[in-house]
C-alpha cells in the first residue's frame, strides 16, 4: 500500500533516493574495478595493435553490431578526429555491399564482447581472405572472433553492472580502450594542437586554437605609412583601410610606431594636415606575433584597452587584427 501521509511519502522519497544513490555508486565501482584490472593486464597486444595502426597506408575500418556498433561509432569518430583515417562500417550493411569498402591497405577493428556475434562471421570471413588485418575486441579470449583475430584486445572477465546482464561494465571499457588506442596514436605521431584544429575548424576548441595568423589581414589590406609622409597622405590611408589605424615603417620596413584616431585628436588644435607622420605618431606600439593564439591577442587587447594590433615578424608588420575579427571567428 502507498503511504498516506506526508511524513511517510517523504521517507519512501528519501529511501527510494538512497538506493537510487548506492546503485549509481555500484555502477561507478564495478566500472573502476574493471578499468583498473584491464590496466594492469594491457601488454604485447596493446602495443602490437598501435604499431600496426600507426602503420597502416589506407584506413581503419571499425565495426560491430548492437551496443559495441554505438562504441564503435565513437572510437571510429575519435580516431579520425585525432589524425588516424578511420570509419565505421555496419556488419550488416558489410554483408550487402559495403565489404567494397574495405581495401587490401586496410585494417579492420572488429567489436564483440562474446566474441560470436554471427552478423560480424562475413567480414570476418573476408579479411580472412583478403589477408587484411583484423584486430578483435573482446570479451572472451576463447571466442570465434579471438581466434580468427591477428590481435586480440581482450577485456578482464567483469561482471555487468546490471542484474540482467545488461552491456554496462563491458561497453565501459571497450570505450576507453578505444580512448586509449587514439591517445596513443595522436602521441606516436606528434599530433599537435595545429593538426587537431585541422580537423576540427567548427568546434569550441578548435575555435580556441585559431591564431593570430589565421584572422589577421594581410599584404595590401594592411594599412602602412612612412614617416616622412604628410599626415593628409597618411589620413586618406586611414581613411582607404578603414581600420582607424596605420602603421608606420621605416625605409627597411620596420614598424616604428603607429598613428590611432586618437593621435589625431590630440593634434586637433595645430596644424595636422601638412605635419609629418613623424610628429604625430605613437612609437613603440604594442604588437603580437602571427603564431600567437587568437584568444592571447583577445586578453591582450582587453589589457592594453586597444581594438587593434599590428602582427609583427622580425620587425615588420605582416598582418593587422582587430577585436572584432576575432569575435566574428567565435574566439572568447
Known amino acids: 500500500m502507498a503511504p498516506s501521509t506526508p511524513a511517510a511519502k517523504a521517507k519512501a522519497a528519501s529511501d527510494s533516493g538512497q538506493a537510487d544513490l548506492a546503485v549509481a ?22 602495443v602490437q595493435c598501435v604499431s600496426l595502426i600507426s602503420g597502416l597506408k589506407g ?10 556498433g554505438h ?19 555496419h556488419p550488416a550493411e558489410a554483408s550487402h555491399g559495403d565489404l567494397g569498402m574495405i581495401s587490401e591497405v586496410d585494417a579492420v577493428l ?25 584486430i578483435g575486441m ?3 579470449g576463447e571466442s570465434t572472433l579471438a581466434e580468427q583475430s591477428d590481435i586480440v584486445l581482450c577485456l578482464p572477465a567483469v561482471d555487468e553492472a546490471g542484474p540482467h546482464g545488461a552491456p554496462t561494465t563491458s561497453t565501459t571499457l ?14 606516436r605521431r606528434g599530433f599537435t594542437a595545429d593538426d ?10 578548435g575555435k580556441s586554437l585559431y591564431k593570430v595568423a589565421d584572422l589577421m589581414h594581410k599584404d595590401d589590406e594592411i594599412p602602412l605609412t612612412h614617416p616622412d609622409s604628410p599626415m593628409s597622405d597618411t589620413i586618406l590611408t586611414m581613411t582607404e583601410k578603414t581600420f582607424g589605424i596605420a602603421g608606420v615603417v621605416d625605409a627597411a620596413g620596420q614598424l616604428t610606431g603607429i598613428v590611432t584616431d586618437g593621435d589625431l585628436r590630440r593634434h586637433m588644435a595645430e596644424p595636422l594636415i601638412g605635419m609629418p607622420t613623424s610628429e604625430v605618431m605613437t612609437t613603440n606600439p604594442r604588437t603580437v606575433g602571427p603564431n600567437t593564439l587568437a584568444a592571447e591577442a583577445l ?30 571567428a567565435g574566439v572568447v
Open 110 to 134: 572488429a567489436l564483440s564482447n562474446s566474441g560470436e556475434t554471427p552478423e560480424l562471421s562475413d567480414l570476418v570471413s573476408y579479411t580472412r581472405r583478403f589477408g587484411i588485418p583484423l
Open 174 to 187: 571497450m570505450i576507453t580502450l578505444g580512448d586509449a588506442i587514439a591517445v596513443a596514436l595522436l602521441e
Open 299 to 328: 586578453r591582450l587587447m582587453n589589457e592594453w584597452k586597444v581594438t587593434c594590433l599590428f602582427a609583427v615578424e622580425a620587425g615588420k608588420p605582416v598582418g593587422i587584427l582587430r577585436m572584432h575579427d576575432i569575435l566574428r
Open 196 to 205: 587537431y584544429r585541422v580537423f576540427h575548424p567548427g568546434g569550441k576548441l
Open 25 to 46: 555508486r555500484r555502477v561507478f565501482g564495478q566500472a573502476g574495478t574493471g578499468l583498473s584490472m584491464m590496466a594492469e593486464e594491457l601488454g604485447d597486444e596493446f
Open 59 to 68: 584506413r581503419l575500418i571499425v565495426s560491430g553490431m548492437g551496443k559495441s
Open 138 to 140: 573482446t570479451g572472451k
Open 71 to 89: 562504441i564503435g561509432h565513437k572510437i571510429a569518430a575519435t580516431l579520425a578526429s585525432t589524425g588516424t583515417p578511420a570509419f565505421f562500417v
